[in-house]
T-cell receptor
Framework: GDSVTQMEGPVTLSEEAFLTINCTYT??????LFWYVQYPGEGLQLLLK?????DKGSNKGFEATYRKETTSFHLEKGSVQVSDSAVYFC??????????????FGQGTILTVHP | NAGVTQTPKFQVLKTGQSMTLQCAQD?????MSWYRQDPGMGLRLIHY???????DQGEVPNGYNVSRSTTEDFPLRLLSAAPSQTSVYFC???????????????FGAGSRLTVL
């Protein structure tokens, strides 16, 4: 079945540092790829997505590029802020399944940004 | 505000007790689902529904029941709670899109359940 492997955390950075959170996946065909973010005490919300190879998703200064050849979707941000402290989840929706929105999530990466 | 509403936010149960976690959405979404979130394991799908009267099992359905009598509501029932069901539960919904599309889930704020 589909699977997602995320970089182990927690990750602790100083404000304005560069962020990379690695994500690789296993799936048949061409899955859709997502990054969700969970702020303290809240549910998950979509951060960005990509639906085909070489697509770049971007939002709030975060970027991730769909790399079919390496089955990866790494999340990056050039300059993090304290307000970016949250848990980040990589997820995929396999193209081999139904269109019922069943996502497979990675284990989540806790990011803490210090002033 | 439009969105997914979950109740209760917190609940403590004793082993063997039953309870229902409520989920309601006002976006006319066809697809609704329940996930549980456990440390180091991400989110795992419990049950899902693609419309009123239609439900199916996800990755970890044992110990949970669901029903979908209306488009808006999708309650999750624990018939006999066990300590292994201590977790944070999230309800999520979306429109059903074509096979080539990308579903974007809208999540509720979560329900934290502790089973003693």
């Amino acid at each position: 079945g589909d699977s997602v492997t995320q970089m182990e955390g927690p990750v602790t950075l100083s404000e304005e540092a560069f962020l990379t959170i690695n994500c690789t996946y296993t799936a048949t065909g061409y899955p859709s790829l997502f990054w969700y973010v969970q702020y303290p005490g809240e549910g998950l919300q979509l951060l960005l997505k990509a639906t085909k190879a070489d697509d770049k998703g971007s939002n709030k200064g975060f970027e991730a590029t769909y790399r079919k050849e390496t089955t990866s979707f790494h999340l990056e941000k050039g300059s993090v802020q304290v307000s970016d402290s949250a848990v980040y989840f990589c997820a995929i929706r396999g193209a081999g399944g139904t269109s019922y929105g069943k996502l497979t999530f990675g284990q989540g990466t806790i990011l803490t940004v210090h002033p | 505000n439009a969105g997914v509403t979950q109740t209760p936010k917190f609940q403590v149960l004793k082993t063997g007790q039953s309870m229902t976690l409520q989920c309601a959405q006002d976006m006319n979404h066809e697809y609704m689902s329940w996930y549980r979130q456990d440390p180091g394991m991400g989110l795992r799908l419990i049950h899902y529904s693609v419309g009123a009267g239609i439900t199916d099992q996800g990755e970890v359905p044992n110990g949970y029941n669901v029903s979908r009598s209306t488009t808006e509501d999708f309650p999750l029932r624990l018939l006999s709670a066990a300590p292994s069901q201590t977790s944070v539960y999230f309800c999520a919904s979306s429109q059903i899109v074509s096979r080539s599309g990308a579903n974007v889930l809208t999540f509720g704020a979560g329900s934290r359940l502790t089973v003693l």
